[in-house]
């Protein structure tokens, strides 16, 4: 019997992970072609910060060799975008000419970043941060005494600007909102996170509003709405992504903000699936690499037979922003009614915050030591009264063996 | 920390240490850094090399922190000329407008002998007012009552080598292990060497009494009964010294009969006492069948209503088996201070006029010769409580307080604190500017700023009428000088400067040990005539001596072995005493019987020894002890803080349940004054009804009552520099390591007392934790990395402890997981180390754990510890990592 062919749009971290899971359960169970977009085979691309900051290069954001996909019978085709997608005969086009037929279509397309709706963004120097070609025009840009302005004070923007910073380029980070990763942190993290990216050269303005671009040719300033004008040589757009349902879409595909799947990641088309940042999940896109790996495993299950279901990941973030470690799950203030415990040592550069209602976790916020973070995430998964540990999720248990701390 | 500029002398200088009445040589180097290294001198015989936790931590004392420096009037700096012109000019005026006797002095068994020998001099012979009393009065004047009732003289009779040689030590009404523990080690040292049974008599088992081979835990005041009881039984067992009762003493009979009313037999003394009558009876024949017996005795038989009555029953048993001036045996008066001896040998007192003379007319006339005195007082003057009553009556217009703090000592001294407003001057000599005596106020108020010890040079005698010199080590700091200098200053601005002319210390010295000697011929005990005539030389280097030491003869260590006393008839006196009864029985109202006293480590009123962070751990707060079933009763748990009163005045005291205090009686330490907490000034409590016959006011048996005081919040505060806290909180004050620790109790909420914190540290670094929603909060500040302020709080019941936090106050730098120990209020969590893996929040320390454990590859490591499994972003890191720690392991 012939094997069933299994194609997967993008080569991204999403996409390798399902590969991986995927020939480790059951090796050359399908005939499988990966095309990606980017001339690279998948890469680490949270790396991205330390590649432009020159921590890391190239080959060490690099996952697997291509010697890994053709030794897992893996057809990779790297640097071609598909073009369509030919539900009624079950075939994808890529580029102009290529056609690869299908008997089960994986979407593993990722996000494109946004450009704000403002005058000037299409100026040369105005660029974006995803991906490695990214990465490769800033570090072209950001030549000796330039001057570089970061949009966007979410974690990708703060990792652009310390990358920049690093190089040595005289960088200022804007964010429109009064604090930084306002949905992760509240004022007093916010405000850590904040001294850090000043400690590392990074300059930060809040509640700075861009209105335009301007220059000639060329980036030469940037405009704020209350008037302020900030000289730029270079531009890095960092105000978020939107899922890329493009293909899905024209194809008839249902999509929403993403394209829809079910807790098999199978999307209104049985035979055409989706994960990481382009699905979404009742309701959910996630932007973070930790629900897309959880996906890859329940849809590698599925794939191989295996009883499998993603129910969501709960909202939690754990990251080390250019170095410091900070932690974010479930409420980040108090509601009414619920009580918060609080402990900060700005000399140590701690901090941590609990909201506890009816005995239970409902919140977490911790920079700087995030070592209790996988427990509080189980106890607000799980909702299980935590009143006894209060102080060992404030301070650690009181462990004598360190490996303990690890589970 | 202030210290003194550099000392003058820097070798090894030999002195006497300034606490209690042992008297032990102490040797202090100067470090040149205005402390002192402090070690026993092993060649004084009151010691022999040992230091008691006090005396050890002397060189911890000497900064000059809280120092009074400078004299002052009325609050404002002044010179000597014009403060020493003011008390001049004051006393001259209260002595024209309402006669001499409206001058008073208070005195201190912390003065050297040459300091009280001026001012008494001065008072008593040319002022011409009987009022010179001494906190000695509060201390051991029962001792020189019953001493004088049956020796005729105030005489100690034994020395410190019968501790050494004694079969029997009864231990009455003295924690001797905790207030005289170098001579309690000799005991205990004789026990081993020669089995020396200890007997230990106190209503309160303290540490001397878990030490006793027999302990008596009597009801208060009942002493008396015991005594009697034994003198009963040593008569009709036969145990009588029939020959040196009938050729040396007068009166057994009369005591006898009296004896026999208060206690007739073993059941009968038993019943008086509260006692087992199986512990009575073996303590009576214990007595009964050793020769060599000691019965020392300290406050607790002298702090009473009744003390001279107590001293002379345990006195009469000594002379009714004629167990007296013998090697091992003998009544012994432990003295509290280091120069009450002194202090008694000078007349420092009021019912003495001078060198053991009194106001027998030849006497008066001899010391008016000795001293060509113009004004020369001829009878006694009033003794501390009525002294302080004629200040409230307005009797008295001019008092002079000399190194010693009344205000926390007396009884009713919130009374006393009133009264002296009423006073047109009141002048205080003083070493510290913070006592509370010190920041008392009359009409006019001179502080005068007086030598400390270290500073000052003299002598002073311990309980064995032994002179030691107190030599200087260190520079007096600021304008401080020398008691017996500023006395004779005024003195000499009174107009008396000839009588007053002292050239130095030794002068004074000489003339005091003439006057002992003066017309003496060995018809009075104290006697220095040995002495009289030495010169500055010797005096400077003198070695410790006893008295009497006559002109031709040779000093005596034990006295009346010839059965000769210093009665008109050579005969010693059986006293008959008074039934035992408390001077104020419980009530309704105030059902307990409050007993006082010390703790293990420090000293009076705390104004040296609680600079000490040594000796301010053994016991940080001021305390009640309560018996488990009163407790119960009341409802309070141990640490709970309670509201102690009586009718004098009101404490809250941190309880202590403990089983060594009676049912129905209460234990507090004295030594907290305002400067050092709150609301616990103990001495205020008592009524402290005068003994008729010594004037000594009864300070362990007050009726009290105690109620629970319930505060919302307890906690600590620790500073580098002192702080003080908001009215209605309650507090303590202890000398920590780096600086002071307060502890807490207030009714203010966390969430304020936060708030209240962030505006003291304002400019520090604060590092906080807080969960409102359990009322706890704490707190440290920090400036440039060092920790400057720490406070915790927490509901009462689960209040912090603070040991954790005192050591870390003690460091100079903390490690980041120290700081977070700190705020935590817990043990150090052992480290993850920094963290590598931010999505499963893996440390450094797990990470080359594990890969010493043998993981090799970035996959291992993940599958054992997580590391590097999720977003991958710490993998390079785990990459740098491997070669490392597995070279590392491998070298």
Redesign the interface.
């Given at each position: 019997m012939m094997k069933e062919r299994l194609v997967v749009i993008g080569n991204g971290m999403a996409s390798l992970r399902f590969l991986e899971r995927l020939t480790e359960r059951a090796p050359g169970a399908y005939d499988v072609t990966v095309v990606g977009a980017e001339p690279k085979a998948a890469y680490n691309r949270v790396l991205l910060s330390s590649l432009l900051g020159g921590e890391v290069d190239e080959a060490g954001c690099a996952f697997r060799g291509l010697d890994w996909y053709e030794g897992h019978g893996i057809r990779l085709i790297t640097g071609a975008p598909v073009t369509q997608i030919d539900r009624e005969n079950g075939l994808v086009m890529v580029g102009e000419a290529h056609v690869l037929p299908f008997d089960k279509l994986v979407l593993a397309v990722g996000s494109l970043p946004i450009r704000l709706p403002k005058p000037g963004m299409d100026l040369p120097g105005v660029l974006t941060f995803r991906d490695l070609a990214d990465v490769a025009a800033i570090r072209k840009a950001a030549v000796q005494h330039a001057k570089a302005i970061v949009i966007g004070g979410g974690l990708l923007g703060l990792e652009a600007a310390v990358g920049l910073a690093r190089l040595g380029v005289d960088t200022t980070l804007l964010h429109v909102m009064d604090r930084l990763m306002e949905r992760q942190l509240d004022h007093t993290a916010a405000g850590l996170v904040k001294r850090a990216m000043e400690v590392r050269g990074v300059k930060v303005l809040l509640k700075a509003d861009t209105a335009t671009v301007e220059g000639d040719g060329k980036v030469e300033r940037l405009v704020l709405s209350d008037g302020t004008v900030l000289p730029a040589d270079l531009v890095v757009m960092s105000v978020g992504v939107r899922p890329n349902v493009a293909l899905a879409q024209a194809a008839g595909v249902e999509v929403g903000r993403g394209i829809k799947v079910d807790d098999r990641m199978q999307s209104s088309d049985t035979r055409i699936f989706a994960l990481g940042e382009c699905a979404e999940h009742r309701g959910m896109v996630y932007g973070l690499v930790e629900p897309a790996y959880e996906q890859a495993e329940t849809l590698s299950r599925h794939l191989v037979g295996e009883e499998a279901a993603y129910t969501g990941t709960s909202l939690s973030t754990s990251l080390k922003v250019s170095g410091l470690p900070v932690f974010s799950a479930g409420l980040i203030e108090a509601p009414e009614g619920a009580e918060t415990v609080l402990m900060s040592d700005p000399g140590l550069g701690l901090y941590r915050k609990l909201i506890i209602g009816e005995g239970k976790l409902l919140g977490a916020v911790f920079v700087g030591d995030i070592a209790e973070q996988g427990w509080c995430k189980t106890l607000i998964r799980t909702g299980e009264p935590m009143a006894a540990h209060r102080d060992d999720l404030m301070f650690g248990r009181v462990a004598a063996d360190p490996q303990s701390l690890a589970a | 920390m202030n210290a003194h500029v550099q000392a003058p002398t820097p070798t090894t200088v030999k002195t006497t240490c300034p606490y209690c009445g042992v008297g032990c040589g102490v040797l202090a180097t100067p470090d040149g850094q205005g402390g002192a290294g402090i070690a026993g001198d092993t060649a004084h015989p009151a010691n022999f090399g040992r230091l008691c936790s006090k005396g050890s931590a002397l060189g911890e004392t000497l900064s000059l922190d809280n120092r009074l420096l400078h004299p002052s009037v009325d609050g404002v700096r002044a010179s000597w000329e014009s403060a020493l012109g003011t008390v001049a000019g004051g006393l001259r005026r209260a002595a024209e407008r309402h006669g001499p006797d409206s001058v008073a002095f208070y005195l201190s068994g912390q003065l050297l002998t040459e300091d009280y020998y001026v001012a008494n001099k001065l008072a008593k012979g040319f002022l011409g007012t009987p009022h010179v009393d001494t906190n000695s009065r509060l201390c051991m004047s029962s001792a020189v009552a019953a001493h004088r009732r049956a020796f005729g003289s105030d005489t100690v009779p034994g020395c410190y080598e019968d501790l050494d040689e004694a079969d029997v030590i009864v231990l009455v009404g003295s924690n001797t292990a905790w207030c005289h523990p170098i001579l309690f080690r000799r005991m205990i040292d004789a026990r081993a060497k020669r089995g020396t049974k200890l007997v230990v008599v106190d209503p309160r088992r303290t540490q001397t009494g878990e030490e006793a081979d027999l302990f008596l835990g009597l009801a208060p005041g009942t002493d008396t009964a015991l005594f009697s009881g034994l003198l009963v039984h040593l008569a009709a067992t036969g145990a009588l010294d029939y020959r040196f009762v009938l050729d040396h003493t007068t009166g057994l009979d009369g005591a006898l009969e009296r004896a026999r009313g208060i206690a007739p037999s073993v059941a009968a003394t038993a019943a008086a006492t509260g006692l087992a009558e199986a512990d009575v009876a073996r303590f009576f024949d214990l007595f009964a069948k050793t020769k060599r017996v000691v019965t020392a005795f300290s406050q607790g038989v002298n702090q009473s209503a009744q003390g001279t009555d107590k001293g002379n029953a345990i006195i009469n048993c000594h002379l009714a088996t004629g167990r007296i001036g013998q090697p091992g045996a003998g009544p012994f008066s432990l003295t509290g201070q280091p120069n009450a001896m002194g202090g008694r040998e000078v007349g420092g007192l009021a019912n003495m006029l001078a060198a053991h003379m009194h106001f027998a007319p030849e006497e008066v006339d001899r010391v008016r010769r000795f001293w060509k005195a113009p004004r020369i007082i001829t009878g006694e003057g009033m003794k501390a409580v009525a002294l302080f009553e004629a200040i409230e009556r307005g009797k008295i217009k001019a008092l002079w307080v000399m190194g010693t703090n009344p205000i926390v000592s007396m009884p009713r001294a919130n009374a006393i604190r009133e009264s002296l407003k009423k006073l047109d001057l009141y002048v205080v000599s003083e070493a510290v500017s913070d006592s509370d005596t010190a920041r008392a106020t009359g009409g006019k108020t001179v502080l005068l700023p007086a030598l400390a010890w270290g500073e000052k040079d003299g002598t002073v005698t311990n309980s064995e009428r032994r002179v030691s010199r107190q030599r200087t080590f260190l520079t007096p700091p600021g304008e401080a000088r020398a008691d017996w200098a500023i006395v004779c200053d005024v003195a000499r601005r009174l107009g008396h400067g000839d009588a007053f002319a002292f050239p130095n210390v030794a002068a004074v010295f000489r003339e005091h040990a003439a006057l002992s000697a003066f017309e003496n011929n060995g018809s009075r005990d104290f006697d220095l005539g040995g002495v009289s005539e030495i010169t500055d030389a010797a005096y400077a280097g003198t070695a410790p001596l006893q008295w009497p030491l006559p002109k031709r003869g040779k000093a005596k260590a034990r006295m009346f072995a010839d059965g000769q006393f210093y009665t008109f008839d050579k005969r010693a006196r059986f006293v008959a005493v008074q039934p035992p009864a408390l001077a104020q029985a419980v009530s309704a109202e105030f059902p307990f019987v409050l007993n006082t006293g010390r703790v293990r480590d420090h000293w009076h009123t705390m104004t040296r020894t609680g600079k000490s962070q040594r000796l301010s751990a053994h016991r940080a707060v001021p305390f009640v002890e309560i018996h488990p079933d009163d407790a119960a009763g009341l409802g309070v748990a141990e640490g709970d803080l309670a509201r102690v009163s009586t009718a004098h005045g009101t404490t809250v005291l941190e309880v202590m349940i403990t089983d060594g205090v009676r049912h129905g009686d209460l234990f507090a330490a004295f030594h907290w004054s305002d400067a050092t907490a709150s609301e616990a000034r103990v001495g205020a409590l008592a009524r402290g009804m005068p003994d008729p016959v010594s004037g000594q006011p009864e300070l362990k048996a007050t009726p009290a009552t105690l109620v629970a005081a319930p505060y919302r919040n307890r906690g600590f505060l620790l500073t580098r520099n002192e702080h003080t806290l908001p009215e209605g909180w309650w507090w303590a004050r202890a000398t920590i390591q780096g600086g002071s620790g307060l502890q807490f109790a207030t009714q203010e909420s966390s969430r304020t007392v936060s708030l209240m914190v962030r505006g003291l540290f304002q400019g520090l670094?604060?590092?906080?934790?807080?969960?409102?929603?359990?009322g706890s909060y704490r707190c440290?500040a920090?400036a440039d990395?060092r920790l400057v302020a720490c406070l915790a709080l927490g509901p009462a019941e689960a209040r912090p402890a603070w040991e954790a936090a005192k050591a870390y106050f003690a460091a100079d730098a903390l490690e980041?997981a120290s700081?977070?120990?700190l705020?935590?209020g817990?043990?150090e969590?052992?480290?993850?180390?920094p963290?590598i893996c931010?999505?499963?929040?893996?440390?450094l320390?797990?990470i080359t754990?594990?890969i010493a454990a043998g993981a090799g590859t970035v996959e291992a490591v993940g599958a054992?510890?997580?590391?590097g499994t999720?977003?991958?972003?710490?993998?390079?890191e785990l990459r740098k990592l491997l070669p490392e720690v597995l070279a590392r392991d491998a070298a």
């Open positions: - | 670094e604060l590092a906080e934790y807080a969960d409102h929603a359990r440290a920090y990395g980041p700081r977070r120990a705020l935590s817990r043990a969590t052992a480290s993850a180390g963290t931010a999505c499963h929040g893996v440390g320390d797990v754990g594990v054992a510890c997580k590391a999720n977003c991958g972003s710490c993998i390079p």
